[in-house]
């Protein structure tokens, strides 16, 4: 009896493990997408970070957040059998696509020639324009992670890439286009950078140009997570009082000095989840999530 359940524990990890026929593209405790952005506000980079688990209607949901004040977040679900990745809104900007609407994201299990609704993929809100470019150019292998990449007149063609989302990150489903392009910078797993370079900008997650001012009342930072070197952008007539780094508990655990270029050394930090409190001259404290990394 003790052999014939052995055998046939074995059998049955043997398809559990068979069934996992596509990569996840969260990991096993954190995962974050660096994306830039550039719309009427100029470029600007955000970083998107899975927040917690949470159920709706009965399925399992990563909450995403983003720091951009464009693109706020919603949840991702994804069945890592047939390849799919699915998004919710929970910032609901358009009266088309309310927060109660699911949309399929990614779809793993494409071939060449498949249709697949990429509007509001960068490519604004001309929807006739679009649907030349709803179909499948090529399919291929990098890293051990399948590629499926669509036609595109952008910097960068809309790919969707196993285990890590797409060339436009995660979000943009959020709603459609309206002229805002996204594209993902870097992306990390557990604090480690993912194997994705971009081609917008040649792999960079620090990009020259990208923030150079961002709207009042707001800060921007990057690379996040970071790994000796933090970077943050308010606007421009803003001046920086006092600079703090605080704990996941609310603790005071370094106040950096800020360089000339407004980076940070966070250098002597160990790894983990840290925020970022800037006092500055109208007497306004912005706080900020980053994640701190090996």
């Known amino acids: 009896m003790k052999r014939l359940f052995i055998i046939v524990l074995l059998v049955f990890l043997h398809f559990t493990v068979q069934a996992q026929h596509y990569q996840s593209i969260f990991g096993k405790q954190t995962t974050s997408w660096e994306i830039a952005s550039n719309n009427l506000w100029g470029w600007t980079q955000s970083t998107i970070m899975v927040q917690k688990d949470t159920i709706v209607n009965g399925l399992l949901y990563k909450k995403v957040l983003s720091n951009?004040?464009?693109?706020?977040?919603?949840?991702?679900?994804?069945?890592?059998?047939?390849g799919k990745v699915w998004f919710k809104s929970i910032f609901p900007r358009n009266p088309m696509f309310p927060d109660t609407t699911e949309f399929l994201a990614f779809d793993y299990s494409l071939a060449v020639g498949d249709a697949f609704d990429i509007s509001g993929a960068g490519y604004g809100l001309n929807v006739s324009f679009q649907d030349s470019f709803n179909v499948v150019k090529r399919v291929y292998y990098q890293n051990d992670q399948k590629h499926i990449e669509f036609k595109g007149p952008l910097i960068e063609p809309f790919t969707m890439i196993e285990g890590?989302?797409?060339?436009?990150?995660?979000?943009?489903?959020?709603?459609?286009?309206?002229?805002?392009?996204?594209?993902?910078?870097?992306?990390?797993?557990?604090?480690?950078?993912?194997?994705?370079?971009?081609?917008?900008?040649?792999?960079?997650?620090?990009?020259?140009?990208?923030?150079?001012?961002?709207?009042?009342?707001?800060?921007?930072i990057y690379p996040n997570p970071a790994q000796n070197q933090l970077c943050f952008k308010l606007a421009s007539k803003t001046k920086v009082q006092t600079c703090q780094i605080m704990n996941a508990l609310g603790k005071?655990?370094?106040?950096?000095?800020?360089?000339?270029?407004?980076?940070?050394?966070?250098?002597?930090?160990?790894?983990?989840?840290?925020?970022?409190?800037?006092?500055?001259?109208?007497?306004?404290?912005?706080?900020?999530?980053?994640?701190?990394?090996?």
Do not use: M
């Open 164 to 220: 890590i989302g797409g060339t436009y990150g995660v979000i943009w489903k959020q709603y459609n286009g309206a002229l805002t392009n996204q594209y993902l910078l870097c992306s990390y797993k557990d604090g480690v950078k993912t194997s994705y370079d971009n081609k917008a900008f040649q792999g960079n997650c620090s990009v020259t140009g990208i923030s150079e001012d961002v709207p009042d009342g707001r800060i921007s």
């Open 252 to 294: 005071v655990v370094a106040e950096p000095e800020i360089q000339i270029n407004n980076s940070i050394d966070i250098g002597a930090l160990s790894a983990g989840l840290y925020v970022l409190q800037l006092q500055v001259n109208n007497g306004k404290v912005f706080r900020q999530k980053f994640v701190k990394q090996h």
């Open 68 to 82: 951009n004040w464009t693109y706020k977040g919603g949840l991702l679900r994804e069945d890592t059998i047939t």
